[in-house]
């Protein structure tokens, strides 16, 4: 709406499970539920999404004030001083070590480092300050990177011209959440931990870097889409590293502290929820109605909409 999208169907539309009463989302009861604990959510972009859904969520309730955040406001914190709560956003897109090369624009310069061994240090040296944490990965798993192991190169994805072998983002996938399972699990500290699930992108006709597009002001009917192979394999490695890691917890306490938050389903039904060309205000070339020379993102989702359900998950599971 702020950027200018004319429709607003798409408000309108809930997720309403099968044998399961999902209320809305109160923010009174989770505030009050909350006082003086820490939230940290940690993953991309889709992450900061949802923060910005739970952010306005909790805003009817009480303005909170940002207390912190780096240059290029990747990290970010946010205290409610009424209920001395606090959330901390932190950008770790791998969950693991990385090197990222990207010009002003954002756009990639060189082969993305990664090393399969070793966490993200951002996010594990704060860990220990949070009672409730939701964990995710993301898209940037399916960028063209080069693996490291040990301190040596052990293979990469898509790197054409290099003398190395292509294990691909799969490979990348398993090996980043069992580090972050392993951590989770050994260390001593044990908040209430949500793995949220892979987010659907509904590109049509293309992709983001081809002039895909997300114009659908409808949810899909039953029946009606078709996952991606690649979604459909994403998933997977989710939900066998996540099984394995409640598997080695099932004989303790902490297993009840892992939970899986799984968002894909209901996410994938909404086609009608991307923010399109509506990601900047005022999106069309001067002068243009032209939707076909504006760039598409069917991956990010409006605010207010879809993505709120992810938070009236939340609470119920925090609080129910």
Not at 130 to 154: M, N, R
Not at 190 to 197: D, G, L, Q, Y
Not at 255 to 264: G, M, R
Request: with cysteine.
């Amino acid at each position: 709406m702020m950027n200018g999208r004319p429709d607003m169907g798409y408000l309108h539309w809930t997720w309403k499970p099968y044998q399961c009463d999902l209320q809305p989302f109160d923010g009174v009861r989770f505030l009050d539920a909350m006082r003086n604990k820490a939230w940290g959510l940690i993953g991309d972009s889709i992450l900061r999404n949802q923060v910005q859904s739970l952010l306005c969520l909790l805003s009817k309730v009480e303005v909170p004030v940002e207390v912190y955040h780096d240059k290029e406001f990747k990290n970010r914190r946010w205290h409610f001083q009424s209920y001395n709560f606090t959330i901390s956003l932190i950008w770790t897109p791998f969950l693991i070590k990385s090197e990222i090369f990207e010009n002003e624009h954002g756009e990639s310069t060189s082969e993305i480092q990664l090393h399969l061994d070793t966490l993200d240090t951002i996010w594990t040296n704060q860990y220990e300050s949070f009672d409730y944490v939701i964990i995710s990965g993301g898209q940037w798993f399916l960028k063209t990177a080069v693996y490291w192991e040990k301190g040596k190169v052990v293979g990469c994805h898509y790197c054409e011209n290099k003398n190395l072998i292509e294990l691909g983002f799969e490979h990348l996938y398993h090996r980043s959440l069992q580090e972050v399972f392993r951590f989770i699990i050994s260390t001593k500290h044990k908040p209430v931990v949500f793995f949220r699930t892979w987010s659907p992108d509904h590109f049509e006709k293309g992709e983001w870097f081809n002039g895909g597009t997300c114009n659908r002001v409808l949810p899909y009917k039953k029946g009606e889409y078709t996952e991606g192979s690649m979604e459909r394999v994403m998933r997977g490695i989710e939900l066998e590293e996540f099984n394995k890691a409640i598997s080695v917890l099932s004989s303790s306490n902490d297993v009840e502290k892992l939970k899986l938050l799984d968002t894909y389903r209901l996410s994938y039904l909404r086609p009608d929820g991307h923010v399109g060309i509506y990601r900047t205000p005022n999106p069309f070339p001067k002068g243009s109605k032209n939707a076909a020379s504006v760039q598409n993102d069917c991956l990010h989702w409006c605010v207010p909409g879809p993505i709120d359900a992810w938070n009236d998950l939340i609470l119920k599971m925090v609080l129910d």
